[in-house]
């Protein structure tokens, strides 16, 4: 199976404080792959990295899709920050987008996510007045508005209600299964990487200590697999 | 031009920042047409004209910029919408020219609104049209672009405006007392000329400044900036 991303001794520096520390990782085309590891282990600067916001001190990546004019048409992003204009409406949020990726058929494409995540009726509404949980399908909107290759999550459902969570976590694996998608996703939550990933990665203290696939998965709990990668901690 | 049009939509969507547009707009009108009446009553002095040609839409520039609405420029950093926007791969530079341009049209039309006035009844035109489409654009735009890149870059944006206008009434300074303190110290008065190549020298100081700002300026920085400070 060919990868859609490939890390080689990748490492990150904040003047001396190494925060991504020799990362190599292969992420093979269709998978759903989990990056679990505690706040602070270095899971946004990694996906900063992938997204070209910061330069790694050394090392290299590739990330194989295609690109034009320096727009990024095939990735999929969501990040902490929701990035939204709260002065702007739903639709026009998502307008500028479509501008961006140079959209044809803009209108059509918006009516239907927004439909698709459930969001038709605030389409002119301002995205100020949209609860958390709307903000983040709003977001996810976004993200796929150019129906990217790969779909790039940063701990896309932190603070949401269960329900959400579980709508979120549905919606991504049709995503996977409808086209041949492959979605990054991060998390400091064990349950909801558990029940989507095909693979997974342990990250701490900007290592990956541990890689697991969907065998070992269903073999033994994720907790369990997590709470032993981190034994060494407590030694 | 698609960050353009948001930018001016939110600047325009600000129903206080339209008011003190239209305010500001009658404001330089009306100093366009004040300035006939001073001219007439000191016996048609063209230093006034000078004066408010070249200097004058200065210091009103500097005002316009303290009432930009500056919160939707911070509420950009708390929401990461520049992190999301240049995730995408958008051009840096592309996005801090949109930006830039979007402060400058409101700030430059009142502005030249003035000194077309001006123009009109003073017939001055060589100095006044060297004022409209070179000297104001090109200082009024350094002033834009630093203003944004600096605003990209911290999340205090009032320290960021006193350095702006320091540097800026410096300029004023130069351009409105050089003449005089060229008087007194070396014995003779500069001429017209020479205080208009000065503008002209200022002028391309603050382009150059403003064009090392932009190259120097990287994503990481923002992104760090907007996060950790
Ligand atoms: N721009 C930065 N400057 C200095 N330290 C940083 C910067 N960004 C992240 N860090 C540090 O790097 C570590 C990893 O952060 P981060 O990637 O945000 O972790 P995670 O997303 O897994 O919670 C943290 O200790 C954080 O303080
Ligand atoms: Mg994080």
Redesign the pocket.
Known sequence: MSNIIELQDLCKE??D?R?LDNISLKIPVGSIFGLI?P????????IRILLGLYRPSSGSFIINTQHKDGIKKNIGFMLHSTGLYPALTCYENLALYARIYRLDKEKERIEDLLELVGLQEYRDEKAQILSKGMRQKLVLARAILHNPELLILDEPTVGLEVEIKVWFRNFISDYVSEGKKTVLI?SHELSELEKICTDIAI?RKGKIVKEYNKVDLMETSLEELYLKSGESDWQ | MTILRKELKLIYGNKVFILMKVFFSLVYCAVGFLTKVLYEELGSDPGIVFYFIFVYPLSLTLLMLNLYPIAQEITEQVNGGIENILATGYSLKKLLMAKSLALFLPIYTPAALMLLIIIGWSKYYLAGFLSLILLLPLLIGSIAVNYISGILLTPNPGLLRSKISFSAVLVIFVLTYGPVLSYQVFGYSLDRAVSIVIAILLSLLAVFQAYRKINKISIEEII?GA??S
């Open positions: 904040f003047k404080k925060v590891g706040n602070g282990a270095g899971k946004t600067t990694l991060s990250l | 760090m996060v950790y």
